[in-house]
């Protein structure tokens, strides 16, 4: 499990709640309604559409063997969620979001250096696929991940294992 060192700050694991699902279906919305801002489509297209998107996701992240599933709390009110899923060689970053009003507050960083720092003791580099038009690449990428392969939509992306960044490999 992930450790934070915030007072206001908490993960917790996600169940299948009503009020985990409901959250994390408000979570997802918030994130894609935005990416369907010029779609041309109507309010209820688009939610239509992230409904049977969130629907979809949830069962392909579901499929994942050794994943954690972590809610972001803060002040003991969801806010985000992390997901983990520990490889042999790499901790792969499923999934890292937040709610609108919790972006670039330093609340990522804060979530992407636990998540290092357990790569770390763990001796694992972070992989992660991202769409290319997600606003959070830049992000990524100053937090030394490297492009590893561009697979059209998404980038999969690398942050070597900390003995390599040592090395400088």
Same mark, same amino acid.
């Given at each position: 499990?992930?450790?934070?060192?915030?007072?206001?700050?908490?993960?917790?694991?996600?169940?299948?709640?009503?009020?985990?699902?409901?959250?994390?279906?408000?979570?997802?919305?918030?994130?894609?309604?935005?990416?369907?801002?010029?779609?041309?489509?109507?309010?209820?297209?688009?939610?239509?559409?992230?409904?049977?998107?969130?629907?979809?996701?949830?069962?392909?992240?579901?499929?994942?063997?050794?994943?954690?599933?972590?809610?972001?709390?803060?002040?003991?009110?969801?806010?985000?969620?992390?997901?983990?899923?520990?490889?042999?060689?790499? !901790?792969?970053?499923?999934?890292?979001?937040?709610?609108?009003?919790?972006?670039?507050?330093?609340?990522?960083?804060?979530?992407?250096?636990?998540?290092?720092?357990?790569?770390?003791?763990?001796?694992?580099?972070?992989?992660?696929?991202?769409?290319?038009?997600?606003?959070?690449?830049?992000?990524?990428?100053?937090?030394?991940?490297?492009?590893?392969?561009?697979?059209?939509?998404? !980038?999969? !992306?690398?942050?070597?294992?900390?003995?390599?960044?040592?090395?400088?490999?």
């Amino acid at each position: 499990m992930l450790e934070i060192s915030h007072p206001h700050i908490q993960l917790r694991a996600q169940s299948q709640s009503a009020e985990d699902l409901a959250f994390l279906r408000q979570l997802y919305a918030s994130v894609k309604l935005d990416e369907l801002g010029n779609s041309g489509w109507n309010e209820s297209q688009k939610i239509a559409f992230i409904d049977t998107q969130f629907d979809a996701q949830q069962r392909f992240y579901s499929q994942h063997q050794n994943a954690s599933f972590l809610l972001v709390l803060y002040k003991n009110h969801p806010v985000g969620r992390v997901y983990l899923q520990q490889a042999e060689q790499a !901790l792969v970053l499923i999934d890292m979001s937040l709610i609108k009003g919790f972006r670039s507050q330093g609340l990522g960083s804060l979530l992407m250096q636990s998540v290092i720092e357990k790569a770390r003791q763990h001796r694992l580099a972070i992989e992660l696929n991202i769409d290319k038009m997600n606003p959070a690449l830049k992000w990524y990428l100053r937090m030394n991940f490297q492009l590893i392969e561009d697979k059209g939509v998404y !980038l999969y !992306l690398r942050r070597p294992a900390w003995q390599e960044q040592m090395a400088g490999i």
